[in-house]
């Protein structure tokens, strides 16, 4: 697939960069028309991924959470989230809704948000080098019939 458009940012894991993230995959993604239904899945997977580097990979240190996200021929949009910490011992079992690593408050639901919102997530790790999550989502063409 031809890829459209690209931007790569980073930024450090700290709770106030979220909503920034979630802003700017959300005006990236606008130029492919999408619902408002749509954007807002968009944000909410950006959300989740960008919290899980925050609150899962730098457990004692002030890290940073890497984004590519690219448009491809056909309407199609990747969004690559990258952390250098810790990595996931077992992604198959982080997968698993309501599974988590720091139980309290922590619902264990962010990989199920991502996947019910994006048409393809991947998830990627290495212990101590760092996890990726890699999610699709392609935004059909608007018919409009002139009246």
Do not use: W
């Not at 996947?115 to 059909?140: A, C």
Request: glycine share 8%; charged share 20%.
């Amino acid at each position: 697939m031809k890829i459209i458009n690209k931007f790569n940012m980073n930024f450090y894991a700290r709770s106030a960069n979220e909503g920034f993230a979630r802003s700017c995959i959300s005006a990236f993604a606008s130029q492919l028309d999408p619902t408002i239904e749509e954007l807002n899945d968009i944000k909410t997977a950006v959300s989740e991924a960008v919290t899980n580097c925050i609150v899962h990979a730098y457990k004692e240190k002030l890290g940073k959470i890497y984004i590519i996200s690219e448009i491809a021929e056909g309407g199609v949009l990747k969004i690559k989230i990258r952390d250098t910490g810790c990595g996931i011992e077992n992604i198959e079992q982080a997968l698993t809704p309501l599974f988590t690593t720091l139980g309290g408050e922590r619902a264990g639901l962010g990989f199920a948000v991502m996947q019910s919102f994006m048409d393809s997530v991947k998830v990627s790790s290495k212990l101590g080098k760092g996890t990726t999550v890699t999610m699709t989502k392609k935004i059909l063409p608007r018919i409009t019939v002139n009246g």
